[in-house]
């Protein structure tokens, strides 16, 4: 099993991946004249812009939602994962591919609520609505939602499971078996409460943990604060080859950087736009504004604070492409969650590890959640026009199962199972943007010329001519409008 997942892995992650997904971030920053640094004031205004509704969740709910499965074991385990095959000059990689990936971001999310849909008084889009829409391919949308259910429902929950069993056993030595109950029985409180349930919990939890991670990460990094120029210089110097020690794994270092890089901010992955689509907003670049920020805080914050802890206290491995040690850091701990647990012990005696294993519990199980989410409106896609309620069920019962599975199994085959479904996702949805991103530039041109002129852009594709946007065809900007301030007067009355 383990050799034909490995040879099924080489395949998918060969090398012409990984040029896609940084020559497609390139393209869309250079053609978009890098949106994702004109308007990045713009994008942190728009997260706390709209309100909920009852079709739909606020930006700032939808953006937790991304980020619930965007900050996930990708940015604790990942990392780890990364500097050990990649060395230190991953974590650049790991950079580039955020800032590249956030026009990604921006294109399939903005994509996402030109062609989105309201089925069953909830508004659900995503790779599989915009590339029937948009393309006017179904059996190529079919293909995609058919990955995704299987990815996101089967293979990658169990990744999310194993790095929490491993961790709560090394920090507490809490038996994988009870650790895969209690997963069981939260996830399924969770995901049978519906969509407004998912948000309100994302809403919660991923600012709280990801804030405390950010911060415990800045007194570890403080206290080694004169060693932190020299871990900058060997972070860059790694990334091109010049350090002598690390330079003749420069290949692998922009591979694994890219990799994980894609696995933790999941830009143009495809999962983004299907919480992104569920906001209320007046017009699509709103929304894909605010999800190409959440790429930044996904890797530029919470990775890069994951990395620089391990990085400044000298707690990590790295291997070279023979499998023979370059770096020796740490004795008898497996590359994942473990090296930061270590690096956190090292400096916080008897509180580190369990800290990164509670941390990591919330990391990974809101994005259990939101993989959870991101199933379920592509089985509704799916569905939308033959009503089918059995096979909703019947994916809860899976993802549950996948979790319990993942919570008992292997490291490596987990995580060589959820690079599976992550690379899948990501051939398949980056194809389709690329054939659409005129449509989300064209929004986007739309999108500042109304801002110039004074107004809060409202969107009518008719006006650009795009069409098959049915949400969004025959209505007045009032309309528009009030989807999503719904709440707003609501939440003044209360407070009054």
Known sequence: ?????????????????????????????????????????????????????????????????????????????????????????????????????????????????????????????????????????????????????????LLLPGVQANSIAAGLQQAAAVDPNVTAALLALLLGFIIFGGVKRIATFAEIVVPFMALAYILVACVVVAIHIDQLPGVIKLIISSAFGLDAGFGAIIGL?????????????????????????????????????????????????????????????????????DGKALFIGVQGVAAGPGYVQTAMENVMPGFGALFIAITLFFFAFTTIVAYYYIAETNIAYLTRSRKLPGLTLLLKLFIMASTVYGAIKTADLAWALGDIGVGLMAWLNITAIVLLHKIAFKCLRDYEAQKAEGKDPVFHPEKLGIKNAHYWEGKTDEELLSSSLTKLAEQEKKRG
């Open 1 to 153: 099993m383990n050799e034909f997942v490995a040879v099924v892995n080489g395949i998918i992650w060969s090398p012409a991946l990984i040029a896609l997904c940084l020559g497609v971030g390139l393209y869309f920053s250079i053609r978009s004249r890098f949106l994702q640094l004109r308007h990045v004031r713009e994008m942190i205004r728009l997260m706390f812009d709209g309100k909920s509704s009852e079709s739909g969740v606020s930006s700032f709910q939808a953006l937790t939602m991304t980020l619930a499965g965007r900050v996930g074991t990708g940015n604790i385990a990942g990392v780890a994962t990364a500097i050990t095959f990649g060395g230190p000059g991953a974590v650049f990689w790991m950079w580039v591919m955020a800032f590249l990936g956030a026009s990604s971001a921006f294109v399939e999310s903005t994509l996402g609520q030109v062609y989105k849909e309201k089925i069953d008084g909830q508004y659900r889009g995503g790779p599989a609505f915009y590339i029937e829409k948009g393309l006017g391919i179904r059996w190529y949308a079919i293909v995609f939602a058919i990955a995704t259910i299987v990815a996101t429902g």
């Open 253 to 321: 270092a922009i591979q694994w950087g890219v990799k994980r890089g894609v696995y933790s901010n999941e830009a143009g992955q495809g999962t983004g736009p299907h919480a992104s689509s569920a906001a209320a907003v007046s017009h699509p670049v709103k929304q894909g504004l605010v999800q190409g920020f959440s790429v930044y805080v996904d890797t530029l914050l919470v990775c890069s604070a994951t990395a620089f802890m391990l990085l400044i206290t000298g707690q990590y491995n790295v291997e070279g492409p």
